[in-house]
């Protein structure tokens, strides 16, 4: 258990709708990170918060957001659904803004099937 | 982000010790080497980083040749729990962002 929290663990909709997929960071840990995985495109980066600020982006589509609130938890918006946003969803948490010595924690994903 | 090349795909047998290779010819000196791993349907684990000098955890051990260029994930004792994808990846340590870029990794594949 990474101590990184992601709900819902599996979620089908239907192209057009919107969702939203939420993570709860490790306690203490001020940074979360937002991976989506396809089956052709591996593990792509798409956003990075920090103590509720945006850190860095990714290869994240304009129908998709995110944000990460007071009390650290984070959710990411994906709207105007397409088929091709079938994925897993993963989030992760690291303890600072990203020492790159320091690991990441990752959640068990969110499965996303738009059908 | 600088990259990295590893075998698409090992074969091990249980109880044998596993040498995964990482080869990373463009690291800058602020590069830390990560390694993760994917079990199935499970979110990636960190396995071990190192900047330099070989590590040792209790879950494998780092090596890292002397320019940087290339890297071994080494797992001593091979169990089936350790059939996963093994992803090298580079860490830069002088921005401002500490994203892991993720390739395509090695798979894993233990034999009983």
């Known amino acids: 258990d990474s101590g990184v929290t992601q709900t819902p663990k599996h979620l089908i909709t239907a192209t057009g709708q919107r969702v939203t997929l939420r993570c709860s960071p490790r306690?203490?840990?001020?940074?979360v990170y937002w991976y989506q995985q396809s089956l052709d495109q591996g593990l792509q980066f798409l956003i990075q918060y920090y103590n509720g600020e945006e850190r860095a982006k990714g290869n994240i589509l304009e129908r998709f957001s995110a944000q990460q609130f007071p009390d650290l938890h984070s959710e990411l918006n994906l709207s105007s659904l397409e088929l091709g946003d079938s994925a897993l969803y993963f989030c992760?948490?690291?303890?600072?803004?990203?020492?790159?010595?320091?690991?990441?924690?990752f959640g068990e994903g969110s499965r996303l099937t738009v059908l | 982000d600088a990259k990295t090349t590893q075998p698409n795909s090992m074969e091990s047998n249980e109880e044998e010790p596993v040498h995964l290779p990482c080869n990373h010819s463009?690291?800058?000196?602020?590069?830390?080497i990560h390694w993760y791993r994917q079990l199935p349907s499970q979110g990636p684990e960190y396995v071990i980083h190192?900047?330099?000098s070989n590590v040792n955890n209790r879950m494998a051990s780092l090596a890292i040749a002397e320019d940087r260029k290339s890297s071994t994930l080494i797992l001593h004792r091979a169990t089936l729990r350790d059939a996963a994808v093994y992803y090298c990846?580079?860490?830069?340590?002088?921005?401002?962002?500490?994203?892991?870029?993720f390739g395509k990794g090695t798979l894993l594949t233990v034999n009983p």
């Open positions: 992760a948490s690291s303890a600072g803004q990203g020492f790159a010595g320091g690991e990441l924690f």
């Open positions: 190192g900047l330099t």
């Open positions: 990846i580079l860490r830069d340590n002088g921005g401002s962002n500490y994203k892991l870029t």
């Open positions: 463009t690291i800058s000196g602020t590069d830390y």
């Open positions: 306690s203490g840990d001020l940074s």
